[in-house]
């Protein structure tokens, strides 16, 4: 990966805080970014193995309003997702710290985590659509 390419991919990101962590109402929080170039690095981050598709992890400490959300960099330099679509993937990360208080203990499930990720997308989606009928409803008043 060139450091081009890795800096115009941590800026996006950067920019997406930004633009969704005070709106959300998670401006209380700590939020760390971590920037893995390392793809390996990446998916051992927590200690356990990570699909190698993944994009990012978010781990939450609710108790002390503290997350990191860790990127994998490699993953997106080599898919140069469109804006829409790592938008959409920036505030699914953030609905990870809102939802991880009621995380059941995997372990006993094999740390399946596919009821929260849904619950997650699910939120995500729901309010990028609220924010683009804003938006739309803002620009119809305007016509």
């Known amino acids: 990966m060139k450091d081009a390419e890795y800096e115009r991919e941590k800026t996006r990101l950067q920019l997406l805080a930004a633009k ?33 598709d993944a994009v990012a992890r978010t781990l939450a400490d609710w108790r002390y309003g ?20 790592l938008e959409l ?10 939802v991880n208080e009621m995380r059941w203990d995997c372990s006993e499930h094999d740390g399946n985590y596919d009821h929260e990720e849904r619950v997650c997308t699910t939120l995500a989606k729901g309010i990028i659509w609220l924010r683009d009928s804003l938006t739309e409803a803002s620009l119809d008043k305007d016509v």
């Not at 893995?36 to 356990?48: M, T």
């Not at 990127?71 to 804006?83: G, K, P, S, Y």
């Open 20 to 52: 969704w962590i005070k709106p959300l109402g998670l401006a209380w929080w700590t939020i760390h970014f971590l920037y893995d170039d390392d793809p390996i690095a990446f998916r051992k981050a927590w200690g356990k193995e990570t699909s190698e």
């Open 66 to 85: 503290e997350a990191t959300i860790r990127w994998n960099m490699q993953r997106l330099v080599d898919t140069a997702f469109e804006d829409d679509a």
């Open 89 to 98: 993937m920036f505030v699914h990360e953030l609905m990870h710290v809102f």
